[in-house]
Protein backbone atom coordinates (compact mmCIF):
# COMPACT_ATOMS: atom_id res chain seq x y z
CA UNK A 1 0.00 0.00 0.00
CA UNK A 2 1.56 3.78 -0.65
CA UNK A 3 2.05 5.65 1.68
CA UNK A 4 1.95 9.83 0.82
CA UNK A 5 2.46 12.70 3.21
CA UNK A 6 1.57 16.36 3.16
CA UNK A 7 3.48 18.65 4.87
CA UNK A 8 1.55 19.80 7.75
CA UNK A 9 2.76 23.07 9.48
CA UNK A 10 0.19 26.08 7.53
CA UNK A 11 -1.24 26.04 4.80
CA UNK A 12 -3.46 24.51 1.87
CA UNK A 13 -2.85 21.37 3.61
CA UNK A 14 -6.32 19.41 3.40
CA UNK A 15 -6.47 20.34 -0.25
CA UNK A 16 -3.42 18.24 -0.92
CA UNK A 17 -4.51 15.40 1.03
CA UNK A 18 -7.99 15.13 -0.89
CA UNK A 19 -5.82 15.79 -4.13
CA UNK A 20 -3.81 13.16 -3.85
CA UNK A 21 -6.23 10.91 -2.37
CA UNK A 22 -8.49 11.28 -5.57
CA UNK A 23 -5.39 11.28 -8.19
CA UNK A 24 -4.46 7.82 -6.10
CA UNK A 25 -7.70 6.47 -6.68
CA UNK A 26 -7.90 7.27 -10.63
CA UNK A 27 -4.85 5.58 -11.02
CA UNK A 28 -6.18 2.94 -9.24
CA UNK A 29 -3.81 2.71 -6.57
CA UNK A 30 -4.78 1.61 -2.98
CA UNK A 31 -2.97 4.02 -0.63
CA UNK A 32 -3.16 6.14 2.20
CA UNK A 33 -2.36 9.97 3.00
CA UNK A 34 -1.16 11.09 6.12
CA UNK A 35 -0.12 14.43 8.07
CA UNK A 36 3.76 15.23 8.45
CA UNK A 37 4.08 17.46 11.68
CA UNK A 38 7.55 15.95 12.91
CA UNK A 39 10.72 14.09 11.46
CA UNK A 40 9.09 11.41 12.89
CA UNK A 41 5.83 11.33 10.38
CA UNK A 42 8.44 10.84 7.76
CA UNK A 43 8.42 7.58 8.20
CA UNK A 44 7.71 4.94 5.83
CA UNK A 45 6.10 7.99 3.32
CA UNK A 46 6.86 7.02 -0.16
CA UNK A 47 6.50 11.00 -1.48
CA UNK A 48 5.66 13.88 0.36
CA UNK A 49 4.40 16.92 -0.96
CA UNK A 50 5.11 20.68 0.53
CA UNK A 51 1.91 23.18 0.15
CA UNK A 52 1.42 26.32 -0.16
CA UNK A 53 0.91 28.93 2.35
CA UNK A 54 3.98 31.51 3.73
CA UNK A 55 7.16 29.95 3.10
CA UNK A 56 9.11 32.30 5.98
CA UNK A 57 6.49 30.48 8.90
CA UNK A 58 6.76 27.17 7.48
CA UNK A 59 10.33 27.21 7.22
CA UNK A 60 10.92 28.68 10.97
CA UNK A 61 8.48 26.03 12.55
CA UNK A 62 9.78 23.55 10.61
CA UNK A 63 13.63 24.10 11.31
CA UNK A 64 12.54 24.65 14.91
CA UNK A 65 11.07 20.82 15.29
CA UNK A 66 13.87 19.16 13.13
CA UNK A 67 11.33 18.87 10.53
CA UNK A 68 13.11 20.76 8.01
CA UNK A 69 16.99 19.03 8.04
CA UNK A 70 15.53 15.53 7.97
CA UNK A 71 13.01 16.72 4.90
CA UNK A 72 16.45 17.70 3.11
CA UNK A 73 18.29 14.52 4.04
CA UNK A 74 14.71 11.84 2.63
CA UNK A 75 14.83 14.22 -0.36
CA UNK A 76 18.56 14.34 -0.93
CA UNK A 77 17.95 10.23 -0.76
CA UNK A 78 15.67 10.48 -2.99
CA UNK A 79 12.40 10.65 -0.81
CA UNK A 80 9.74 12.13 -3.87
CA UNK A 81 8.53 15.50 -3.33
CA UNK A 82 6.13 18.26 -4.69
CA UNK A 83 6.54 21.27 -3.94
CA UNK A 84 3.68 23.94 -4.43
CA UNK A 85 4.03 27.92 -4.07
CA UNK A 86 5.52 28.33 -0.87
CA UNK A 87 6.52 24.88 -1.09
CA UNK A 88 8.73 25.49 -4.21
CA UNK A 89 9.98 28.43 -2.72
CA UNK A 90 11.57 25.89 0.34
CA UNK A 91 12.80 23.56 -2.18
CA UNK A 92 14.93 25.78 -3.99
CA UNK A 93 18.56 26.57 -3.35
CA UNK A 94 18.34 30.60 -3.54
CA UNK A 95 15.59 33.05 -2.84
CA UNK A 96 15.11 36.44 -2.96
CA UNK A 97 11.86 38.86 -2.53
CA UNK A 98 10.90 41.07 -5.30
CA UNK A 99 10.28 44.02 -2.79
CA UNK A 100 13.25 43.74 -0.24
CA UNK A 101 15.57 41.44 -2.37
CA UNK A 102 17.81 39.44 -0.26
CA UNK A 103 15.91 37.53 2.55
CA UNK A 104 17.11 35.28 5.27
CA UNK A 105 14.83 32.61 5.45
CA UNK A 106 15.46 28.64 6.36
CA UNK A 107 15.12 26.43 3.15
CA UNK A 108 15.29 22.83 2.51
CA UNK A 109 17.60 23.99 -0.48
CA UNK A 110 17.38 21.11 -2.24
CA UNK A 111 16.46 21.76 -5.85
CA UNK A 112 18.62 23.72 -8.79
CA UNK A 113 16.43 26.61 -9.07
CA UNK A 114 16.45 30.29 -8.21
CA UNK A 115 13.41 31.73 -7.09
CA UNK A 116 12.05 35.47 -6.46
CA UNK A 117 9.22 35.54 -3.53
CA UNK A 118 6.03 37.74 -4.38
CA UNK A 119 7.19 38.18 -8.08
CA UNK A 120 3.58 39.22 -9.81
CA UNK A 121 3.29 42.23 -7.17
CA UNK A 122 0.31 44.07 -5.98
CA UNK A 123 -1.88 44.22 -9.06
CA UNK A 124 -1.42 40.85 -10.42
CA UNK A 125 -1.35 39.15 -6.89
CA UNK A 126 -3.87 36.64 -7.54
CA UNK A 127 -4.95 35.34 -10.93
CA UNK A 128 -5.99 32.26 -13.43
CA UNK A 129 -4.38 31.30 -16.20
CA UNK A 130 -4.44 27.70 -18.90
CA UNK A 131 -1.35 26.21 -18.85
CA UNK A 132 -0.15 24.19 -21.73
CA UNK A 133 1.72 21.48 -20.26
CA UNK A 134 2.61 18.88 -23.04
CA UNK A 135 3.70 16.07 -20.80
CA UNK A 136 -0.06 16.24 -19.40
CA UNK A 137 -1.61 16.00 -22.96
CA UNK A 138 -3.56 18.53 -24.84
CA UNK A 139 -5.90 19.72 -22.49
CA UNK A 140 -4.63 23.00 -20.87
CA UNK A 141 -4.25 23.22 -17.27
CA UNK A 142 -5.81 25.59 -14.88
CA UNK A 143 -2.97 27.90 -13.58
CA UNK A 144 -3.97 29.22 -10.08
CA UNK A 145 -1.32 31.78 -8.83
CA UNK A 146 -1.75 33.27 -5.45
CA UNK A 147 0.89 35.74 -4.40
CA UNK A 148 3.45 33.55 -6.05
CA UNK A 149 7.06 33.13 -6.74
CA UNK A 150 9.01 33.20 -9.77
CA UNK A 151 11.80 30.84 -11.15
CA UNK A 152 14.58 33.42 -12.46
CA UNK A 153 16.83 30.34 -12.77
CA UNK A 154 17.38 26.89 -13.06
CA UNK A 155 19.84 24.77 -13.43
CA UNK A 156 21.02 21.70 -16.14
CA UNK A 157 19.77 19.36 -14.34
CA UNK A 158 16.37 20.91 -14.24
CA UNK A 159 12.92 20.12 -16.71
CA UNK A 160 10.94 22.78 -17.21
CA UNK A 161 7.73 20.72 -17.73
CA UNK A 162 5.83 24.61 -18.05
CA UNK A 163 6.04 28.09 -18.57
CA UNK A 164 3.94 31.51 -18.08
CA UNK A 165 4.93 34.46 -19.27
CA UNK A 166 8.55 33.20 -20.64
CA UNK A 167 9.15 32.07 -16.55
CA UNK A 168 8.78 28.09 -15.59
CA UNK A 169 6.11 27.70 -13.81
CA UNK A 170 6.03 23.70 -13.12
CA UNK A 171 9.70 22.35 -13.21
CA UNK A 172 10.99 18.79 -12.79
CA UNK A 173 14.45 17.38 -11.10
CA UNK A 174 14.66 13.99 -10.64
CA UNK A 175 12.43 12.61 -8.15
CA UNK A 176 11.21 16.31 -7.10
CA UNK A 177 8.64 18.43 -8.96
CA UNK A 178 7.41 21.51 -8.25
CA UNK A 179 5.27 24.52 -9.02
CA UNK A 180 4.48 27.97 -8.68
CA UNK A 181 0.84 27.49 -9.09
CA UNK A 182 -1.77 25.53 -7.38
CA UNK A 183 -3.22 22.11 -8.62
CA UNK A 184 -4.71 21.31 -5.34
CA UNK A 185 -7.22 24.27 -5.68
CA UNK A 186 -8.31 22.38 -8.66
CA UNK A 187 -10.37 19.43 -9.57
CA UNK A 188 -7.82 18.30 -12.19
CA UNK A 189 -5.41 15.74 -10.51
CA UNK A 190 -3.48 14.95 -13.66
CA UNK A 191 -0.04 16.76 -12.09
CA UNK A 192 -0.69 14.91 -8.67
CA UNK A 193 -0.97 11.65 -10.81
CA UNK A 194 2.08 12.63 -12.60
CA UNK A 195 3.94 13.08 -9.05
CA UNK A 196 2.87 9.79 -7.89
CA UNK A 197 3.99 7.89 -10.89
CA UNK A 198 7.16 9.45 -11.13
CA UNK A 199 7.36 8.38 -7.31
CA UNK A 200 6.98 4.82 -7.93
CA UNK A 201 8.83 4.53 -11.46
N1 LIG B 1 4.01 34.54 -0.93
C1 LIG B 1 4.09 33.29 -0.21
C2 LIG B 1 5.50 33.07 0.34
O1 LIG B 1 6.38 33.80 -0.01
C3 LIG B 1 3.71 32.12 -1.08
C4 LIG B 1 2.27 32.22 -1.47
C5 LIG B 1 1.58 30.89 -1.59
O2 LIG B 1 2.10 29.85 -1.19
N2 LIG B 1 0.38 30.94 -2.09
O3 LIG B 1 5.71 32.18 1.12
New binding site residues.
Partial sequence: MLKLGVVAIQ?AVSEHVQSLKLAMARLGLDGDVKLVKKSIDLENVQGVVIP?????VMGRVAERTGLLSALRERIENGLPVFG???GT?LLAKEVRDAKVGKVEQPLIGVMDIKII??YYGRQKESFEVDLDIPTLGSKPFRGVF????AIEFVGDNVKILATYDGLPVLVQQDKMLAATF?PELTNDTRIHEFFIKNALS
Avoid: Y
Fill in positions: GGGESTTCAIRNIRAPH
